[in-house]
């Protein structure tokens, strides 16, 4: 067995009532790709924070490469070769690739010889990893692909040995993952050590050598990559046997419930956002827009709920014009049988500091049966609360709990609950499983068939593909605002992934 | 994972923490009072007294905390909507106007329980008049409110100093004021209030509109928490997008808001102009609409927490004209440094020593919780 890069003894932490992480045990080998996977508040990144220098473990040693050491801050991290990847990037949006490589390590307090340095330093990890970026071009000028190159960059220019990446691949294209999947192979090939965080198992199959499985703070199972398989690991993670695929049955589309025409829509800088896009939504179907985050599918839904207005088009919402250029109202949507369950529930969908009854109520709360005159009705606001609590199996059920200590999962469940016991017409859901624990998600899918086998009208936008595949009767797949091919439900991966890239649709059919 | 520090228990965030920052805050005051050469136990002993040892200081103290109140109200409605209203200077200023129409116009004619109530709508509606216009700037044009506001209550200033030299003063006076309102315009005094508690007040000015400024802190409780406008009022405070999604508009709630905010400060310009001096004075409003962002601050935009923060005010008022009067080494500057120190650590510093004390109660916390598991394992046995 190669030699430990990284050692974790009996590492164990708290905040307050949680405990984040129990005693946790693990090794990661030298030279190779060791994957940490978990659901949402299993701890996996408390645990790369207490080994980066943002939390002290409470108890516990940690070995970087056999030795005992304390890290008491980033800063004491990056001394021991330790380099970290965020799930958001830390990149100054304004300044060059140069710039955000150097920042922090300028070297004097005027910055000539510190450029000229850093420059002849980034060509040479450039060629030494293939790592190709433009070091003058400005970040918010590069995709997604290439800003997350840089923060690698950035890593390795401090010296880093061992690379954590949180979450890499949530903001990436398929092709764009599978290409920072070799460049995590070459630097593995190199020697440096990567621990890659995710919740996503097909990247841990087709990537790590090595796989630690956590749940509810602690290490379940450690098992080699090549050993194991997704339904194990699945098992593991959950603690139960979990669908990975959901069940449904045929779709039986009825009439057309809400239909686009030509919808444009610019955001508030003036540039196109969805860019001309058509379709329609019948009852009884649910249509998933797959595509890269980013690529209009926010603005799109948006605009449909009344949130945004558009330049131009029109939609219809049983067969009657909603008005969307001018002040569309999203409460009088409302009133005609739209839900939209909005994909930023953080600020959009709820309202953190909010009570838990009091955002079950977010958007109707017009509704009389509410109100008491000018006054809130709120013994009859947390009964109907507590129903939905007890229907969504919201946790913990209580809804005079502050509604940002909810888990995730719950969360979105508060929001579900809302909009689907409302009985709309039409739905619209925006990321229904973002952050959102296994458990929880297969949940959630098992609602949305339900809400379709109701002869709902389903319209479904996730940058989860799997997710779109495995819920969605028809398959739109968007590319810089346009809507750039239509596939059905069995549409392979590879050949969504090309469109969702912005290959044309006549180029992947090929 | 979200959340590092233990969340302190309501007791702890509500009380404990504001009173570290207030002893914080008076011993540095303490020091300050010892670089002059006076005794600070000699000086908060004058303070206490003079702000609570006679039935004329207690008097004083209120009516003072009368005017905060209003104010405070004033910033904590807009504090909930997420805008920061710095204009209660000059929306009190101008409110004065409302008061001063009725008071001069009714004041001969009708009995003071008639005149009071269209007194409070003149000073209301003239303080909602004056908070709109930014609101609409706001609004409509994205204007910052708290430019703005800033803006009028120089604008306020200037009006008001052109309506006290010219057409508002008597033919012949030199003094920048009105006539004395008739009696009618004269609020009765609370010494009976305070004869209950066995306090005897003959001078100090408090007056029915304590008792108006504390049903105005139950109404903005009962608006905030308890309507559908106080909940649209807090969705778009704490998440605009929320509010947006909810089909909240913008505009309305905005306009709504600030016109409450402006209210309130208005009605702060019946105390001492109906309640108090009986007429109207230049510069009546003497910084309270300023004061007024400490106390919204200190209170936690709480009703109950600010009428608590405006009383401790109107105590460094009365009390530090107390110290300044037997103090030949305290002027009345120092008086203000000693309300700065308080604003700065009551207020502006008001985390400061939140994450100690978070840190301790997650130990105690820990220690507790062990000795539980150990008595559970011990029981088990």
Redesign the interface.
């Known amino acids: 067995m190669a030699e430990p890069a990284i050692e974790l003894v009996g590492i164990d932490k ?5 405990h ?1 992480n129990r005693d946790i045990h693990m090794l990661v080998e030298k030279g190779t790709i060791h994957g940490i996977i978990g659901e949402n ?1 299993a ?1 996996k ?2 645990l790369m924070s207490i080994l980066y220098g943002f ?1 002290q473990a409470d108890s516990g040693e940690i070995r970087i490469n056999g030795v005992p050491v304390k890290i008491p801050d980033p800063n004491a991290a990056i001394g021991l070769g330790i380099g970290m990847v965020h799930q958001h990037f830390m990149l100054v949006e304004n300044f060059t690739v140069l710039e955000n490589v150097m920042l922090g390590v300028e070297g004097a307090p005027l910055l000539k010889n510190g450029i000229a340095k850093a420059r002849a330093e980034l060509k040479r990890l450039e060629r030494e990893y293939q790592l190709d970026v433009d070091p003058d071009a400005l970040i918010e000028e590069l995709p997604v692909g290439l800003q997350q190159r840089v923060e690698i960059l950035k890593a390795l220019y401090r010296g880093a040995e061992i690379l954590v990446l949180d979450e890499p691949t949530g903001v990436l294209t398929p092709p764009e993952a599978d290409h920072l999947f070799r460049i995590l192979e070459q630097l593995k090939d190199q020697g440096k050590t990567i621990v890659l965080i995710t919740h996503k198992l097909r990247e841990i199959m087709a990537v790590t050598d090595n796989v630690s499985v956590m749940r509810q703070g602690s290490v379940v199972a450690t098992r080699k990559t090549d050993e194991t398989t997704v339904e194990e690991l699945a098992e593991l993670m959950v603690g139960r046997r979990v669908l990975l695929r959901v069940k449904k049955g045929e779709a039986k589309p009825g009439e057309i419930k809400l239909s686009v025409e030509h919808l444009t829509v610019r955001d508030s800088r003036g540039v196109v956002m969805v860019d001309d896009a058509s379709f329609s939504v019948r009852a009884g179907e649910i249509v998933g827009i797959a595509g890269v985050a980013g690529n209009g599918q926010s603005q799109l839904i948006e605009t449909i ?3 945004r207005t558009a330049v131009s088009g029109r939609v219809l919402l049983d067969g009657q014009v909603i008005d969307i250029t001018g002040a569309a ?6 009133d005609r049988g739209l839900a ?1 369950v ?1 994909e ?1 529930r953080h ?8 009570e838990e009854y ?1 955002n079950s109520i ?2 109707y ?2 509704d009389p049966l509410y ?1 008491r005159g ?3 009705d ?1 013994e009859a606001i947390q009964a109907d609360a507590r129903k939905k609590i007890e229907k969504y199996d919201i946790r913990p059920g209580d809804p005079r709990l502050k509604t ?1 200590n909810f888990s995730g999962g719950n969360q979105q469940k508060i929001v579900l609950a809302r909009e689907m016991e409302r009985d709309p017409g039409v739905l619209i859901i925006g990321q229904p499983t973002r952050g959102v624990d296994v458990g929880a998600i297969e949940f959630i899918h098992k609602r949305i068939i339900e809400m379709r086998d109701a002869g709902k009208a389903v319209l479904l936008v996730s940058v989860e593909l799997d997710e779109i595949r495995s819920l969605s009767d028809r398959i739109l797949v968007m590319f810089a605002g346009r809507i750039v091919g239509e596939r059905d439900s069995d549409a392979s991966e590879g050949e969504l992934g090309l469109l969702m890239a912005g290959v044309e649709a006549k180029e992947a059919a090929e | ?7 302190l228990p309501a007791w702890a965030d509500y009380g404990l923490l504001p009173l570290i920052n207030l002893i914080v805050a008076f011993l540095v005051a303490g020091l300050v009072v010892m670089l002059v050469g006076e005794s600070p136990i000699d000086a908060a002993v004058l303070m206490v007294k003079g702000a609570f040892g006679s039935g004329d200081g207690v008097g004083y103290t209120l009516y003072y905390a009368t005017n905060f109140i209003f104010t405070g109200l004033c910033v904590a409605v807009a504090f909930h909507c997420g805008l920061f209203n710095i204009g209660g200077e000059g929306q009190a200023y101008i409110g004065g106007l409302g008061v001063t129409i009725v008071g001069l116009g009714l004041g001969n004619s009708l009995p003071w329980w008639l005149v009071f109530p269209l007194a409070i709508l003149a000073s209301a509606l003239v303080g909602a008049l004056w908070a709109l216009i930014p609101a609409w700037l706001q609004a409509k044009r994205g204007s910052h409110v708290v430019i703005t506001t800033i803006m009028f209550n120089f604008i306020a200033a200037s009006i008001m100093v052109y309506l006290l030299v010219g057409v508002l003063k008597p033919l012949g006076s030199q003094a920048p004021e009105t006539r004395v309102f008739g009696d009618g315009g004269q609020l009765p005094g609370l010494g009976w209030l305070l004869n209950i508690i066995g306090l005897d007040m003959r001078s100090a000015p408090l007056n029915i509109s304590f008792l108006l400024a504390l049903l105005a802190a139950f109404l903005v409780w009962l608006l905030i928490w ?4 106080g ?2 009022i ?2 778009m405070g ?2 605009p ?2 509010a ?5 508009s913008e505009l309305r709630i905005i306009i709504i808001t600030m016109m409450i905010s402006g209210a309130l400060a208005g009605m702060m310009a019946l105390n001492p102009i109906m309640g108090a001096q009986h007429r109207m004075q230049l510069d009546f409003v003497q910084g309270a609409g300023f004061v007024g962002i400490a106390v919204a601050l200190m209170g936690r935009s709480h009703p109950v927490g600010i009428v608590l923060a405006a009383i401790l005010f109107g105590m460094l008022y009365q009390g530090g004209a107390e110290i300044a009067f037997d103090m030949p080494n305290i002027s009345r500057d120092m008086i203000v440094i000693i309300q700065g120190l308080v604003i700065l650590f009551a207020g502006a510093l008001e985390h400061m020593f939140r994450p100690s004390l978070q840190r301790i109660f ?1 130990r105690v ?2 220690v507790k919780r062990e000795t539980a598991s150990v008595v559970t394992a011990g029981g088990g046995q």
């Open positions: 708290r905040f307050g009532a949680v984040a508040g701890g990144s408390t939390y709920a009344g949130i109202d999203p409460g009088e949507l409302r939209h909005p930023d600020h959009m969908g709820l309202v953190l500091a909010f009091e977010l958007g709360h017009d109100l000018p006054f809130l709120i940002a | 994972m979200s959340q590092p520090f233990a969340k308890r309507t559908k406008l909940y649209e807090r969705t704490f998440s997008k929320a947006r999604y909810a089909g909240i997650q916390g820990r």
